[in-house]
C-alpha cells in the first residue's frame, strides 16, 4: 500500500540484516557491553533473588500470623496471645524486600550508565568516520531521533529485563513451588495455565501491535525531520514568506502521527482488557479452590488469605507484562536502528597498518585521477598536475568543473576512481586519515559554525591554544577589532552556524582558525567571496603572507585573487585546458584570456 506524503527513508543494508537477525541478533551486540560489568551483574542478580525470596515469604508470614490469633474477641489473655516476633519479622520482611531491591539498582547503575555511554560514544566516532557521502544524504532529524531512542532503549531494556521481567519469573518459579508442595498439584497448575494463557495472550497482541507502534516511531522521526529541516532553514523560510506553508506540511506529519497513535492506542487497550479477564478468571478459580479447602477442613483461614496474598503479588507486576513487552520489543527496535548506525561500512577507511604521513618538503601530486561522485556522472577525468613544495597553485574555471572537488578529494573525503594523489611520494590511501588531514588546512567557501563562542570558534583550529595565540590569529585574518568591539569580546556567542555574523565575519573566523592551526600545506576554496573588495584586498595579502613557504592549492572564481600564483590550472568538463602564469595564459590567447576579459568587463564566466 502506497503512502501519501513524507516519503520515510528505505531502511540500509546493514539495518534490514540486523532486523533479520531478529531480537536476540540485538541483545548479541548488547551483551559485550554488559560483560565488562559481569561481577556487577552478579551481585545484582544476587540482590534480586534474595529480594523475591523476601517478597515470598510475607504471604507465608502473613498465614501464620493468621492462624495464631484464633482467640475470641474480649479475651483478657488476647494481648499475651498478640504474635509480636511474627509482627517484627513481618516488618522485617518488607523492610528486606525494599533493601535488597534497592541495593540491586544501586549496584547495577554503573553497568547500565557505562553501557549506555560506550555505545553512544561508539556510535558518535563511528558517525564521524563515516564519508561525507553519508552525511551528505542523511536527514538529521531523524537520525538524531534514532541515536536519542536508541541511547534509551539501553535502559529500557535493562531496567525491564533485569528489573521486572527476570524477578518475576523467579517469583512465579517460587510461588508455584510452594503452592505443589504445601497444597494439592491442582494450585499450581491452575496458577501455571493462567500465566501460560496469559503469556502468550500478551505476547501474540503485542506482536501483532508492534507494526502500528514502529508507524508511529517512523512518523514521529519524520515529523521530527520536517520540524528540524525547516527550523534550520529559517532565513529561506521567511524570503519566501513561507511560514503557513511550512506550518501545513508539519501539520500533515502531526496528522498522520496522530492517526498512527490513535490505532496504537486503541489496540493498547484491547490488550489491556484481554489481560484483565484472565487474571480475573484465575483469580475466581484459585479463591474458589481455596474457599472450598477452608469449608471442608482442608485449608485453614491463614492458607486463604496466603493464596490470595500470592495472587495478589503475582499478578500486579504480570498486569505490566503487556506494557514491559512492548517496550522491550520497542527497545530492541530502537537499539537495532542504532546498532545499524554502527554496521554502516566507511567509504573512505585506513589502509590496515597504515603509517601516520610524513610531510618533508610538502609536495603535492595528482597523477591521472579520475573521479565522480555517481558512477555516471564523471567529475574528473585523467586529471595530473603538481603543485610543488612552499609554491602556490591556482585552480580556475566554470561552475561545476570540479574545483572544489579537488579539495574534498585531498582531504580524501572520497578516495580517487582511477590514479592517486601523493604528498612528498606518499599515496594519501596508504597513509591514515588523521595524520593526512592533520598536515592540512583548509578555508572553505561555505564556512559553518559552532553554536559557542568566537573564542572557541577560531580555537578549534589548535585546541588547546592560549588566548593571546587566538587573538594573535584573530588579527592576522583582520577579526580582532571586530571581535573587541563587541559587548562580550572573544565570549560573543555566533549563534546556530554562525548565523549572528555576516559572511565576511564567518570567512574571517575560518581564516583565523585556519592560522592558528598552521599546517604545511593549505587550501583555500573561494576564501575571499563573502568579503567586500577592501577586505578582500587586506586578507589576501594575508593570505599570501600565510602561504610564503607553505604548499597552497587556491580555488578561485574571481580571477583578481589568483594573478600572483606561481601556476594557474584552467580547469573545463574535469579536464586541464591550461596552465601557466598569470602573464603566460594571457599570451596564449585561450579559455584564461577570454574568462580574464569577462571579468574585466564585469560578466560572470561561468
Known amino acids: 500500500m502506497r503512502r501519501t506524503g513524507v516519503a520515510l527513508p528505505a531502511p540500509n543494508t546493514a539495518e534490514a540484516t540486523a532486523r533479520r537477525g531478529g531480537d536476540w541478533h540485538t541483545l548479541s551486540r548488547l551483551l559485550p557491553y554488559l560483560w565488562r560489568y559481569r561481577l556487577r551483574v552478579a551481585l545484582a542478580l544476587g540482590f534480586m533473588v534474595a529480594a523475591k525470596a523476601a517478597n515470598v515469604s510475607v504471604p507465608l508470614l502473613l498465614k501464620q500470623l493468621v492462624d495464631s490469633l484464633s482467640i475470641k474477641p474480649g479475651d483478657p489473655a488476647a494481648l499475651l496471645v498478640v504474635p509480636i516476633g511474627l509482627l517484627v519479622a513481618y516488618a522485617g520482611l518488607r523492610f528486606s524486600t525494599t533493601l535488597f531491591t534497592e541495593l540491586r539498582e544501586l549496584v547495577f547503575a554503573k553497568a547500565t550508565e557505562g553501557t549506555a555511554r560506550s555505545i553512544s560514544l561508539q556510535v558518535f566516532r563511528h558517525l564521524h568516520a563515516l564519508s561525507l557521502r553519508f552525511h551528505l544524504e542523511r536527514q538529521t532529524g531523524g537520525m538524531t531521533r534514532d541515536i536519542e531512542r536508541g541511547t534509551r532503549a539501553v535502559h529500557s531494556l535493562v531496567s525491564y529485563s533485569l528489573y521486572s521481567i527476570v524477578p518475576t519469573l523467579i517469583e512465579v518459579a517460587m510461588v508455584l513451588t510452594l503452592l505443589a508442595w504445601k497444597f494439592d498439584a491442582m494450585f499450581a497448575w491452575i496458577t501455571a495455565a493462567a500465566l501460560v494463557f496469559y503469556v502468550a495472550f500478551t505476547v501474540g497482541v503485542t506482536e501483532w501491535r508492534t507494526k502500528f507502534r514502529r508507524q508511529m516511531n517512523e512518523l514521529d522521526a519524520a515529523a521530527h525531520t520536517r520540524a528540524i529541516d525547516s527550523l534550520l532553514n529559517y532565513e529561506t523560510v521567511k524570503y519566501f514568506n513561507n511560514e503557513d506553508f511550512e506550518a501545513g506540511r508539519y501539520d500533515q506529519s502531526l496528522e498522520r502521527l496522530r492517526r498512527a497513535a490513535l490505532k496504537s492506542q486503541s489496540t493498547l ?107 555516471a556522472r564523471p567529475i574528473l577525468q585523467g586529471l595530473s598536475f603538481e603543485i610543488p613544495a612552499g609554491k602556490t597553485v591556482a585552480v580556475v574555471g566554470p561552475s561545476g568543473a570540479g574545483k572544489s572537488t579537488l579539495a574534498r578529494l585531498l582531504f580524501r573525503f ?189 560578466d560572470n564566466p561561468a
Open 269 to 375: 487497550s484491547m490488550l489491556n482488557t484481554g489481560q484483565q479477564l484472565v487474571i480475573a478468571a484465575a483469580l475466581v478459580a484459585m479463591l474458589w479452590r481455596a474457599t472450598q479447602g477452608v469449608v471442608d477442613g482442608r485449608l485453614t483461614l491463614g492458607d486463604l488469605v496466603m493464596i490470595n496474598a500470592f495472587m495478589i503479588q503475582l499478578y500486579i507486576p504480570l498486569n505490566f507484562l503487556g506494557v514491559l513487552y512492548r517496550e522491550i520489543k520497542q527497545s530492541l527496535t530502537d537499539l537495532d536502528k542504532m546498532f545499524g548506525l554502527l554496521e554502516r561500512e566507511r567509504e573512505v577507511a585506513d589502509a590496515p597498518g597504515a603509517p601516520a604521513l610524513q610531510v618533508r618538503e610538502g609536495t603535492v601530486r595528482f597523477e591521472n585521477v579520475s573521479f565522480g561522485y555517481e558512477a
Open 414 to 602: 572520497y578516495d580517487v576512481s582511477a590514479g592517486r594523489i601523493t604528498i612528498d611520494g606518499q599515496d594519501i590511501r596508504q597513509v591514515t586519515q588523521a595524520s593526512l588531514r592533520q598536515a592540512i588546512g583548509i578555508v572553505p567557501q561555505d564556512t559553518v559554525l559552532f553554536n559557542d563562542t568566537v573564542e572557541y570558534n577560531i580555537a578549534y583550529g589548535r585546541p588547546g591554544a592560549s588566548r593571546a595565540e587566538v587573538e594573535a590569529a584573530a588579527r592576522a585574518a583582520h577579526i580582532h577589532d571586530f571581535i573587541a568591539g563587541t559587548p562580550k569580546g572573544y565570549e560573543t556567542m555566533v549563534g546556530e552556524r554562525g548565523l549572528k555574523l555576516s559572511g565576511g565575519e564567518k570567512q574571517r573566523v575560518a581564516i583565523a582558525r585556519t592560522l592558528l592551526k598552521n599546517p604545511p600545506i593549505l587550501i583555500f576554496d573561494e576564501a575571499t567571496s563573502a568579503l567586500d573588495s577592501a577586505n578582500e584586498r587586506a586578507i589576501q595579502a594575508e593570505l599570501k603572507s600565510a602561504a610564503a613557504g607553505k604548499t597552497a592549492l587556491v580555488i578561485a572564481h574571481r580571477l583578481s585573487t589568483v594573478v600572483d600564483a606561481h601556476l594557474i590550472l584552467v580547469l573545463e568538463h574535469g579536464r586541464l585546458v591550461e596552465s601557466g602564469t598569470h602573464a603566460e595564459l594571457l599570451a596564449q590567447a585561450g579559455r584564461y584570456a577570454q574568462m580574464w576579459q569577462l571579468q574585466q568587463n564585469g
